[in-house]
T-cell receptor, first 109, second 116 residues
Framework: DAKTTQPPSMDCAEGRAANLPCNHS???????VYWYRQIHSQGPQYIIH???NNETNEMASLIITEDRKSSTLILPHATLRDTAVYYC??????????FGQGTTLQVKP | GAGVSQSPSNKVTEKGKDVELRCDPI?????LYWYRQSLGQGLEFLIY????????KSGLPSDRFSAERTGGSVSTLTIQRTQQEDSAVYLC??????????????FGSGTRLTVV
C-alpha cells in the first residue's frame, strides 16, 4: 500500500471549512484514497473514499488531484464535535487498512 | 446487532495471566479485523479474517497472540502470558465486503486491557 503524508496537526475555527491535505505521491492506479477519523477514546469512523473523481457525502467532500498524488478532505462547516484525528489511507479496495499517525484537527470556538 | 460489539469493555489482569477478548461483528459482515492502540499511539494492525480464507496474521506481534473466528461470526483474540507492554485498547472492526468496499469498516468501542 502507498505511503501517505499528513501534517501532524491543524486548527480550524468553528463554522469554517476545514481542509485537510494528504500526499500520496507513490499511489498506484488501483489504490483508493480512504479517510477515517478517530474521536478521543472511540473507534475510528469511516468518512469517505475515492479513486479518481471527487466525492461528496453527508459528512465531507474528497478532492483528488488529477495526477492522484494528493487529496484534500473538506469538512464544509466544522463544529467542535469534528475535533479528532483524521487518517488518510491509500490502499487496494480489498486490502487491509494500515493507519499512519494522521492529522489532529482542533476545532476552536 | 446494530454495531460491532466488544467485550469486556475494560479488563485488568496480572502479568503472566492469559486473557480472551471477544468481538461480535455486524451480522452478515464477512470480514473481521483486530487492531490495537497503545496510549497516545496510532492503530496497529494485528489480524484479518475474510470468509473461509486463511487469516492474515502478519500483524501479530508475537506467538503469545492468537485469534480465531468461529462459524464466520464471533472472534476471540487470546493473549497468553500477558506482559505490561500488552496494555492497550484492542479494537475490532468488521466490513460487508473484503477490504471494506464501498462501506468502509465499522469499528467497535474496544477493550481497554491493563496488565499490572
Amino acid at each position: 500500500d502507498a505511503k501517505t503524508t499528513q501534517p501532524p496537526s491543524m486548527d480550524c475555527a468553528e463554522g469554517r471549512a476545514a481542509n485537510l491535505p494528504c500526499n500520496h505521491s507513490t499511489i498506484s492506479g488501483n489504490e483508493y484514497v480512504y479517510w477515517y477519523r478517530q474521536i478521543h477514546s472511540q473507534g475510528p469512523q469511516y468518512i469517505i473514499h475515492g479513486l479518481k473523481n471527487n466525492e461528496t457525502n453527508e459528512m465531507a467532500s474528497l478532492i483528488i488531484t488529477e495526477d492522484r498524488k494528493s487529496s484534500t478532505l473538506i469538512l464544509p462547516h466544522a463544529t467542535l464535535r469534528d475535533t479528532a484525528v483524521y487518517y488518510c489511507i491509500a490502499r487496494w479496495v480489498t486490502g487491509k487498512l494500515i493507519f499512519g499517525q494522521g492529522t489532529t484537527l482542533q476545532v476552536k470556538p | 446487532g446494530a454495531g460491532v460489539s466488544q467485550s469486556p469493555s475494560n479488563k485488568v489482569t496480572e502479568k503472566g495471566k492469559d486473557v480472551e477478548l471477544r468481538c461480535d461483528p455486524i451480522s452478515g459482515h464477512t470480514a473481521l479485523y483486530w487492531y490495537r492502540q497503545s496510549l497516545g499511539q496510532g492503530l496497529e494492525f494485528l489480524i484479518y479474517f475474510q470468509g473461509n480464507s486463511a487469516p492474515d496474521k502478519s500483524g501479530l506481534p508475537s506467538d503469545r497472540f492468537s485469534a480465531e473466528r468461529t462459524g464466520g461470526s464471533v472472534s476471540t483474540l487470546t493473549i497468553q502470558r500477558t506482559q505490561q507492554e500488552d496494555s492497550a485498547v484492542y479494537l475490532c472492526a468488521s466490513s460487508l465486503a473484503q477490504g471494506g468496499g464501498n462501506y468502509g469498516y465499522t469499528f467497535g468501542s474496544g477493550t481497554r486491557l491493563t496488565v499490572v
